[in-house]
Structures are given as C-alpha cells and as structure tokens.
C-alpha cells in the first residue's frame, strides 16, 4: 500500500520561505512523477508543480512565477519544494500526490488532470502572515 507524508509547512512572514518535503512509502519512488498540490478555504485545489520521474524536467503553475523550486532525491523516496518569495495569497494547505507514470500529462494543473495522480497524502498547511 502507498503512503505519502508531508511535512515542512508552518507560519512564515511574507517574503520568507519555506521547503516542503514529502516522503513515499510502498512503491518504486523512481519510477513515478510526482506533483504538488494546494488548496486554499473554500477554493478548488491547483496544480502547483509537476516533475517527472527521473528528477530532470519539471512544471509549475504560472502563478508560481519563478519563487518556487521542485526537486526530488529518488534514493530518499522523497520529493520537495522550495518555496522563496511567499506572499499571503500563498496561503493554503499543500499536498504531495504520485503520479501514475513516470510523466507529467499536459492537464496536470487542471481538476481533471489530477485523476491523473494516484496516492495523496494528507497535507501541511503553509500560512503566509502579511
């Protein structure tokens, strides 16, 4: 059975940064794209970043805009985020998802792409103070 867990999110000033981490349990980590979610209050969660499965091509949402940096050390079965830059709107909580090949599909940032990813974890929440 796969298990994802995040941690690395908490309260920050904006302008400050954060780094994610998020570990995979019960799966050949390597051989899967992984993305980063968020969900804000009474929003629809988005696609903030997608990388595939060997590390080397990597996606962001355009509200991302440069401040963030996806990267992941397959011999840790574990993915992160480097958030710099963090502003309010930031706000949400983030969640880590495996996908089911080792690619990132072209709607990966949309609701219906995210059928695309198999296994979430349960989130950490980001809190962004102006």
């Known amino acids: 059975q796969v298990q994802v867990v995040e941690s690395g999110g908490g309260l920050v000033q904006a302008g400050g940064s954060l780094r994610l981490s998020c570990t995979a349990f019960g799966l050949s980590f390597d051989a899967y794209a992984m993305g980063w979610f968020l969900q804000a209050p009474g929003k629809e969660r988005e696609g903030v970043s997608c990388i595939i499965s060997s590390g080397t091509i990597t996606f962001y949402g355009a509200f991302v805009r440069g401040r963030f940096t996806v990267y992941r050390d397959n011999a840790k079965n574990t993915l992160y985020l480097q958030m710099d830059s963090l502003k309010p709107e930031d706000t949400a909580m983030y969640y880590c998802?495996?996908?089911?090949?080792?690619?990132?599909?072209?709607?990966?940032?949309?609701?219906?792409?995210?059928?695309?990813?198999?296994?979430w974890g349960q989130g950490t929440q980001v809190t962004v103070s102006s």
């Open positions: 998802a495996t996908a089911h090949t080792g690619v990132c599909s072209g709607s990966w940032t949309t609701p219906r792409g995210q059928a695309d990813f198999g296994s």
